[in-house]
């Protein structure tokens, strides 16, 4: 990247602002610095131009500017003006802009040359000032009103004023004959017949009906088509519960006598297999629609939580993941550079107004849309406008005009319509698939609908809102009124629109019926996933984990190998030198040096690996330097991926936005698209988690248990009291293992939903991060990782703890004092770094053979049988044996409330008896003190705790 000034090139110095300014002929040009991140995995912005203006357009511009003017008003104003509103409830007033007097334009019948100023494709033109007029008014102040003129791209914005003018100028956008029009008719009568029928037959069920809003189908169908046509396959759909059950069975084919089932009390699976389930408006479906002569189009709609807009980007990270796999990027990165996200996939998400403006992550996944590693190549979102939030008016709701108006920090083009208006509709969306489909970013479709019910359909809205109500009682519905229009114009008689709605009553009576003798269909695992088995199959299996010294000592070389000409920071010279020195000696192996042995390996193996997060190319503690960047050019390569060209996987490093709730989900649905995938969150500091706990309470936890969905899904959350203070301290394992359903009775076999683990040694991560790919299923890992013991001597591995034979280990036993067990008086039992801490005092103490440290590395599932092999020589050599607990988190923290009984059941099974003594902080509302002495004194304290009276 580099600045042109006066034919002389500069290159950027290292403290350079982030734009580069290119001077030509006195005008000022700022562009984004473009950064130096272009490894697997990152794929560049399209690039777009239009021609420019001809210097006769330029010229006539200039001649006509008050036209010019004039013209640009009404393409940036005339959504105020626009009938967009169902309800007229917007607060409308003369829009002085769109007036041409105000640029000086006064005589309706004086003629202009319109080239260069308005587009309709003809090139010269004489039109007099009462038909440009009309003409532009026809465009941008009618039931459909486009906000693109605040798009900082004079491409896009060119793009979208010959689309528009041109198309309106000759034909309408998308020709809606009279086919068309039928099959809308048909999407929103059987839209109104279901919750018709769903109100009579169950008049206290909350099905969140589509009542006001059914323009929503059409709206979808002429997507789903548009998407199809241009030879998209898969498309990823997000959506709330809103309208769920008319899209389902109106549009994604699902079985009604399925949903009734559901309604009646059961389970939409096999119950066999242990499913808790999830409410009805959070079911599912995956079809392959069929659209005239193009190609099949699969719709997947994702399962999601009732925390709104959860679900978008766990949407979004499918999407790209799918992308990926379906192009076969990932098999030779270097002859793809010409393949473009989008092409075959597409997300949906579709969003509700309050939510689209009042959550967090909506903003968060808006930001992710165009990054290099996370873009999926741009999602339409449709935003179903009830102009009200649960009860809460727009005013309260949202301090910008629109709703939609958060979607402009992404630089987002926005598309108003009127929802009673379903033709209209269509014609939006054909737009916004158009622009989408041309630049590959996302565009917001703000659907302007009103609910007929309350929330849901036992609510009374005119409680709070009994004016809008008022209004919504007194009007048609919107496929009545649309359906008379039809009659009116001779398009359906009226005998067919009834026999429409009369013969799917009748389909719907007719599954009802089928619901006593309906049993759901068998749960396969299907495409990717084929081959994988339920955790708690008789089938579920872990193959080796260790790996040959010949490869560790490959895979270790390469991830340090930096090729001739490439000059790294004289300060990484450290770095190399010492991984190479514990590779050959085989001893002194660190944790970024195992992590890369494991990713290595698995990538030698076919599989891929994604790590994301803040900084994770380097890493927060500057100890992984998996990325390695040109100190000359800030050329970035992966060494992984550069030198071990025989491996079929990749390494994917993606340094995120300072996100965390947005980026896990993101990983998420990338961990549900792809198996062979080893996905990884890393936190900059375990609590930054707390910014994602609802992607962890809602998916990572109970995913699987109520969706019957697997994810591989890893969480590194750097843990331990170091002196940081309050925060950064503690990735809350606590929080951790209560969302766990692990057993408390040893003789019990849960299938727990989420393992998780505090490793001490780089083996022991080694390990658990292969673990994950070699077992055929899937589970979540939640690994309290390290801060401190990541250049720790004394926490490092050999070679041969990582050979073939070599396993995770559950719990690490104390092998030294098993020599000679009945000289030992304590067992102490813990988790995590303070084992170090305590290894060094019992030493300075001389109790080596009175004090055993038992390490429990995997909190849940709960190691019963582990544990107690290891406390097993104790207990047989000493009746008078005293085990404690020792942590140092808190009391109310930590690991303590999770182990206390489980222990205790293993010392019963053992014949021990005085049960566990917890050593360590007293009760605290915070993690760790932020006074230093403070902190110090506690920690002596907790130290002094474990070996007090002996």
């Not at 059987?190 to 029928?197: G, P, Y």
């Not at 969140?208 to 548009?226: I, T, V």
């Not at 079809?287 to 190609?295: I, K, N, V």
């Amino acid at each position: 990247m580099y600045s042109v000034s006066a034919g002389r090139v500069h290159l950027p110095t290292r403290n350079a602002l982030a734009r580069v300014t290119q001077r030509s002929s006195g005008r000022v040009l700022v562009v984004r610095r473009k950064y130096h991140d272009e490894s697997f995995g990152f794929r560049k912005a399209r690039d777009f131009t239009i021609p420019d203006y001809t210097s006769d357009q330029l010229t006539n511009r200039a001649t006509n500017a008050p036209l010019l003017r004039y013209a640009d008003s009404l393409r940036t104003h005339g959504h105020r003006a626009a009938s967009i509103d169902p309800l007229d409830l917007l607060r409308r007033e003369r829009v002085a802009a769109l007036d041409p007097i105000r640029y000086g334009l006064d005589d309706p019948d004086r003629t202009f040359d319109i080239d260069g100023i308005i587009w309709t494709g003809e090139g010269q033109q004489e039109w007099s000032l009462e038909n440009i007029t009309s003409f532009l008014n026809s465009v941008y102040v009618g039931r459909i009103a486009y906000e693109y003129m605040d798009l900082p791209s004079k491409t896009e914005r060119l793009w979208f004023a010959k689309l528009l003018e041109s198309q309106s100028a000759l034909e309408p956008m998308t020709i809606i004959d009279a086919g068309r029009q039928k099959n809308i008719h048909a999407l929103l009568a059987k839209s109104e017949v279901l919750d018709n029928f769903l109100q009579v037959k169950f008049p206290n069920l909350k099905r969140y009906g589509l009542e006001g809003g059914e323009s929503m189908l059409p709206a979808l169908d002429a997507l789903f088509e548009a998407a199809s046509k241009a030879g998209i396959t898969q498309l990823i759909l997000a959506m709330p519960h809103r309208g769920r059950l008319n899209l389902l069975t109106g549009l994604l084919e699902y079985n009604p006598t399925s949903l009734f089932h559901k309604i009646k009390g059961g389970c939409e699976v096999d119950e066999s297999l242990g499913v808790s389930g999830d409410v009805l408006s959070h079911l599912v479906a995956s079809p392959t629609l069929q659209y005239g002569e193009a190609d099949d189009i699969k719709v997947s709609l994702l399962p999601n939580p009732s925390h709104l807009e959860a679900v978008s980007p766990v949407a979004l990270g499918k999407a790209r993941a799918k992308q990926f796999r379906l192009l076969k990027t990932l098999s030779d990165d270097k002859n793809n550079q010409d393949c473009m996200l989008g092409d075959k996939v597409m997300c949906v998400q579709l969003h509700g107004d309050a939510s689209f403006t009042g959550q967090g992550v909506v903003m968060e996944t808006l930001g992710l849309s165009g990054l290099p590693h996370f873009t999926s190549g741009g999602s339409v979102h449709i935003v179903v406008n009830n102009n009200i939030g649960y009860t809460t008016p727009a005013s309260s709701a949202r301090s910008s005009f629109y709703c939609s108006d958060i979607a402009k920090m992404i630089n987002c083009p926005v598309l108003h319509v009127n929802g009673d208006c379903p033709e209209d509709v269509v014609r939006a969306v054909d737009i916004a698939f158009k622009y989408r489909n041309h630049f590959r970013k996302d565009i917001v479709i703000d659907l302007i609908v009103y609910r007929r019910w309350g929330h849901n359909e036992l609510d009374e809205p005119a409680f709070t809102q009994p004016l809008m109500y008022e209004k919504i009682r007194s009007r048609s519905s919107v496929p009545k009124l649309y359906e008379d229009k039809l009659i009116s114009d001779g398009v359906i008689s009226v005998e067919a629109a009834r026999a429409v709605r009369d013969s799917y009553k009748a389909s719907l009576n007719a599954a009802l019926t089928d619901v006593a003798s309906y049993v759901p269909p068998p749960v396969t695992f299907e495409g990717a996933w084929k081959g994988m088995v339920w955790p708690a199959s008789p089938a579920a299996h872990q193959d080796e984990t260790g790996v040959s010294s010949a490869v560790l000592k490959d895979v270790g070389k390469a991830s340090v190998h930096v090729p001739e000409e490439f000059e790294i920071h004289p300060r990484l010279n450290r770095h190399v030198k010492n991984r190479l020195k514990s590779i050959e000696t085989g001893e002194g192996v660190d944790w970024a040096s195992a992590e890369a042995m494991a990713f290595g390996s698995l990538m030698l193996e076919g599989c891929d690996v994604r790590i994301a997060g803040q900084d994770v190319g380097r890493g927060t503690f500057s100890h992984r330097h998996a990325m390695l960047v040109n100190q000359k050019t800030e050329g970035v390569i992966v060494p992984l991926n550069h030198a071990l060209t025989e491996a079929k996987g990749k390494l994917e490093l993606a340094n995120s936005s300072l996100s965390e709730m947005a980026v896990l989900g993101f990983e998420y649905g990338a961990s549900w698209e792809r198996p062979d995938l080893l996905p990884i969150w890393e936190a900059q500091f375990g609590d930054f988690f707390n910014g994602a706990q609802i992607i962890i309470d809602t998916f990572i936890a109970s995913s699987e248990t109520k969706w019957l969905k697997q994810s591989g899904i890893v969480l590194l959350l750097p843990h331990g009291l170091d002196g940081a203070g309050p925060e950064h301290s503690s990735c809350r394992i606590e929080r951790m293992l209560q969302l766990t359903n692990d057993s408390y009775n040893a003789q019990e076999k849960l299938n727990v939903n989420m393992h998780v683990v505090f490793p001490t040694t780089p083996a022991q991560y080694f390990h658990l991060l292969r673990r994950q790919i070699k077992r055929n299923y899937r589970k979540p890992l939640i690994v309290a990782a390290p801060k401190g013991l990541l250049r720790l001597p004394a926490a490092s591995s050999k070679l041969t703890d990582m050979g073939p034979g070599t396993v995770f280990q559950p719990v690490l036993q104390d092998l030294a004092t098993l020599s000679d067990p009945k000289a030992v008086q304590r067992v102490v039992l813990l988790s995590g770094k303070i084992y170090y801490d305590l290894a060094k005092e019992r030493a300075t103490r001389n109790l080596q053979s009175q004090v055993a440290l038992i390490r429990i590395e995997e909190l849940a599932p709960f190691p019963f049988a582990a544990l107690s092999e290891a406390l097993a020589p104790y207990a047989h050599a000493n009746t008078q044996l005293e085990v404690l607990w020792v942590q140092e988190e808190p009391r109310n923290q930590g690991a303590w409330s999770h182990v206390q009984e489980r222990i205790e059941e293993v010392l019963k099974g053992l014949g021990i008896d005085g049960g566990v003594a917890y050593r360590g902080r007293k009760e605290d509302a915070v993690a760790a003190p932020g006074i230093g002495k403070l902190y110090g004194a506690q920690q002596l304290a907790v130290i002094d705790s474990a070996f007090k009276g002996l």
